[in-house]
């Protein structure tokens, strides 16, 4: 499936959900398309974009917590800013790829690292496994698998959601953006 993020938005379209209780694995064929060549400047240089990944309910009533999503009063500590695992992307203009980053919130704390850089147009398998002992975050293309260090986390939470295809930290797309996610 083809996501777009606009020129001037954070988020993706089309917009996918998934709920889950339980999950063990989330796992996309991603290809990055030519627009995600972009430019980052000054103190917005390490900023991530993120790929797709996994967000945790919050603790407490799950009927209060979606009282506050439907009405729109939720802030990101609800979400994915106090634990979530996904996958993160930058592109390297010097080098002329794209940078695939681990990025995660345990207990409100990120997590971040780089992972592999790899050419556009090329298939990659993104897989994220939750276990009890933490996240675990593996990369394959034709000729090469990457398998991260667990990211432990001591939540006990049971409910998730998707996470979409987003851009920025604090800037927005500068044009439009095109990433296919296809679920494997």
Known sequence: MKYIIKTGEHESKPRTWGLWKDKIILEREVIFHESCKYTNSGQDIDDVNKLFGIGFFPKGPIDAFIGRWITGKYTDEDFHHTDSARFGWTYNPVKANIILWLYCYVDGNRKV?????????????????????????????????????????????HWSFLLNPYFGGNLTAPHDVEITLNKI
């Open 113 to 157: 690292m780089d992972m592999l850089h790899v050419p556009m147009y090329v298939p990659i398998t993104c897989r994220i496994t939750i276990s009890p002992s933490g996240y675990q975050f593996t990369t394959h293309t034709a000729n090469l698998t990457f398998t991260s260090t667990p990211v432990y986390f001591s939540h006990k939470k």
